[in-house]
C-alpha cells in the first residue's frame, strides 16, 4: 500500500501495479503517472550545472543576502521542515507556508479548541459541515473515505440515514451540489453574521429557517464536526471567540486545508517557538532579498502585482518539477517527491501523523538538500 501525498488526507489504501494506481484520486494517481514529466535540473542562472555546483552558489547566495524568507514546505516531509527551520534561525529568516490557518492550528494544538481524528468522524460523526471549502475538488476522497458516505462503527447506513451533511459557502459549489439527500447547502456572505445566528439558535433563541433545521439535526447527536477552509478563515477575520463557542456548542472542528503537509508545518514551528511570517507581505514592504522556495510556485499563485516583485529577489527553488518560478530562479535544485521517491513522515489535516513509504528512491531530497545548505554556512 502507498501513502498519496497528493492532499492532506494522506489516503494510506493506494495501490501501485506498474502503470495501474487503484483507489487513488485524480491527483494521486496524477503524481505517480505524471513523476517523470516536466523534471527540474540542477541551474545556476539558468545554465545547467551539477548538484553540488547548485548548492555551493545557494549558499554562496544566503551569505551575502540582506533578508531571507522560506516559502513553502507544504510538501516537504517533518524532517525536511524541521530542518528549514533549524536554517531559518541561523539566517535569521522569515518563514512561511502560505497556509492561512495558523490561529486555528495554535489552538488546537493548545487545547483551545476540540478537535478529532478523520476516522472518528467516519465511525461516530453524524452533523458534518463543510465551511467555506470545496473538498469535492481540493481533497476528492475526503467525503468518500472519511464523511458523508462511508458507513462507521456508529453509522452504518452512512449519508442515506446516518449522516446530515452541511455546506456553508459564498456559492453553490461542487461540494453544495453534492448535499442532496439529508442535507442542506447555505449560501452566506457573512460568515461572522452567520456564526452568531448560530450561536444564537443552539442557545433557544430566533434565526433562519435553514439554521433552525441544522440546530435541530445537530441535537440528535453529540458527535458533530466542522470542516472550515480557507473561505472561512477569510470571514471571521480575526475574530474566532464566537467560532470557537459555536465548535464547543456542536462538537469538533478540523482544518481542511488541502496542502499536503500544512499541519506539520504549524506543529513544527509551534514546537521550535517560532512564528511565520506572511511573505506576500515582505515583498510588499521590501522586507527581504532573498528566498528559498521550496515545493511551491509563488509566481503563479500569487496576485500577480504581488508575484511580480519577486523577479527582484534573489530566488533558490528546490523543487521536482519545473514551475513558473524555477524559470526565473538564480539558483534550482531539483529535490525528491515526498512519499513517491523519499520517504520521512507527515501530518494528516486532523494532526494525525504518517509514515510515508515510497515507490522510488533518489538521492537527493528535500532534507539532504535543506541539511547541505545549512552545513555549508
Known amino acids: 500500500m502507498w501513502v498519496c501525498t497528493g492532499c492532506s488526507c494522506l489516503c494510506d489504501d493506494v495501490e501501485i501495479e506498474g502503470n495501474n494506481v487503484k483507489h487513488a484520486c485524480r491527483i494521486g494517481a496524477g503524481i505517480i503517472l505524471n513523476r ?10 539558468g545554465r545547467k ?11 554562496e547566495i544566503l551569505k551575502d543576502s540582506k533578508g531571507v524568507a522560506i516559502y513553502g514546505l ?5 524532517e525536511a521542515q524541521r530542518i528549514a527551520i533549524k536554517l ?14 495558523e490561529k486555528l492550528a495554535e489552538m488546537i494544538l493548545n487545547k483551545e479548541i476540540p478537535s478529532t481524528t478523520l476516522e472518528n468522524v467516519k465511525d461516530y460523526a453524524y452533523v458534518i459541515f463543510y465551511w467555506g471549502c470545496d473538498v469535492h475538488n481540493s481533497m476528492p476522497r475526503h467525503m468518500s473515505r472519511y464523511t458523508y458516505y462511508p458507513r462507521g462503527k456508529k453509522r452504518q447506513r452512512g449519508y442515506e440515514e446516518d449522516r446530515f451533511l452541511v455546506v456553508v459557502d459564498v456559492r453553490r459549489s461542487h461540494t453544495a451540489m453534492l448535499a442532496k439527500k439529508n442535507a442542506v447547502f447555505i449560501k452566506t456572505d457573512d460568515d461572522r453574521k452567520l456564526v452568531r445566528e448560530f450561536v444564537t439558535a443552539l442557545e433557544g433563541g430566533i434565526a433562519s429557517g435553514d439554521v433552525l433545521r441544522v440546530v435541530k439535526e445537530l441535537k440528535k447527536s453529540d458527535f458533530n464536526v466542522i470542516f472550515g477552509g480557507e473561505g472561512l478563515i477569510k470571514g471571521l477575520g480575526n475574530e474566532f471567540e464566537e467560532f470557537v463557542k459555536l465548535v464547543n456548542s456542536v462538537g469538533y472542528f478540523i482544518p481542511a486545508d488541502y496542502r499536503t503537509n500544512s499541519m506539520g508545518f504549524f506543529k513544527s514551528i509551534f514546537e521550535a517557538g517560532i512564528s511565520k511570517a506572511n511573505f506576500e507581505d515582505l515583498l510588499i514592504d521590501e522586507t527581504i532579498d532573498t528566498a528559498i522556495i521550496v515545493g511551491d510556485d509563488p509566481l503563479n499563485s500569487m496576485p500577480f502585482e504581488i508575484a511580480k516583485r519577486l523577479v ?7 523543487d521536482p518539477k519545473v514551475s513558473f518560478t524555477s524559470k526565473i530562479a538564480d539558483v534550482v535544485i531539483p529535490s525528491a517527491i515526498s512519499g513517491v521517491e523519499c520517504g520521512g513522515k507527515m501530518l494528516r489535516s486532523d494532526f494525525v501523523e504518517v509514515e510515508l513509504k515510497p515507490v522510488f528512491k533518489s538521492e537527493w531530497d528535500d532534507v539532504e538538500i535543506l541539511k547541505s545548505i545549512l552545513e555549508g554556512l
Do not use: C, H, Q, W
Not at 527582484?312 to 528546490?318: A, D, G, R, T
Open 88 to 101: 531559518a534561525k541561523k539566517l535569521s529568516a522569515y518563514v512561511d507556508n502560505g497556509s492561512k490557518f
Open 36 to 45: 517523470s514529466v516536466a523534471r527540474a535540473e540542477p541551474l545556476i542562472e
Open 49 to 59: 550545472t551539477d548538484m553540488d555546483s547548485a548548492i555551493e552558489k545557494a549558499v
Open 74 to 78: 507544504n510538501n516537504s516531509t517533518l
Open 312 to 318: 527582484k529577489l534573489k530566488l533558490i527553488v528546490i
